[in-house]
């Protein structure tokens, strides 16, 4: 058994971290109130913006959806993977990490992949194995539409000059503070309404159909990779608070199991102590 000081050494160091893992988690549970009610309130519209312009793109030709929605034969893909700048997570990080080799194994085999990757973490481990093209690790300093809009400009003009014929989004889409649904998301090409039909609707357009729906293409792609990135953003701290209430839990449990060690091996040399002081008495008297 452990002497004593060690004991109380080791009650005192997870003392220490305990104090460390439940700041880090109130940290976390600020920042996530924030991040899921700035993502609760844009989701909708988010999908209201894809949902309409997919339905108008259906009862209008190629030509006049304009080039991101040209359907090419796939030989090049980007992946833009989302992870966090910072660890401390679960398995935020590693989900996204497993679910991108997997992606590219199961879809793209013998094609060539280039990655474009947001967030410190998945670019230090991808980067060791496939071809990372650009990394941005500043985004979530400043996370603005405006900011992520140029990003989203970016991969329109490497579609649009036909660098690639495919651009993917894989993030973990925001469900709540315990779990995040992994989320592989066409970018580009615009993906057609399921069914290949528009649902008729009774709208009259001004100026014209194919002007809205040019205008809006921009504006619904700078959309969702902006939404993409906060559903990251928030199922980051989710995944943190969670974390971090596992571990001081855990921490707890630890620490009452040392002080429980302690207090025996306490009473086991007071124990001693009076036996030898008991003894040496009677050896006295003797």
Known sequence: MANLKE??????SIGSTMQITKAMKMVS???LKKAQDAI????PYANKLTELLQNLSASLDDDATGVYSTQREVSNVLLVVITSNRGLCGGFNSSIIKATKKH???NYAGKNVDLFTIGKKGDAILAKELKVIENNITIFDDLTFDNTAVIAESLMTQFTE???DKIEIIYNRFKNAATQITTVEQFLPIKPIEGGTAINTDYL????KSEIILELIPKSLKTQLYKAIRDSYASEHGARMTAMHKATDNATELRDDLKLTYNKARQSAITNEILEIVGGAEALNG
């Open 7 to 12: 004991i109380r050494n080791r009650i005192s």
């Open 29 to 31: 549970a600020a920042k």
């Open 40 to 43: 609760t309130q844009m989701r």
């Open 104 to 106: 590219i194994a199961t």
């Open 162 to 164: 036909g660098n690639y």
């Open 205 to 208: 357009f001004e100026p014209s």
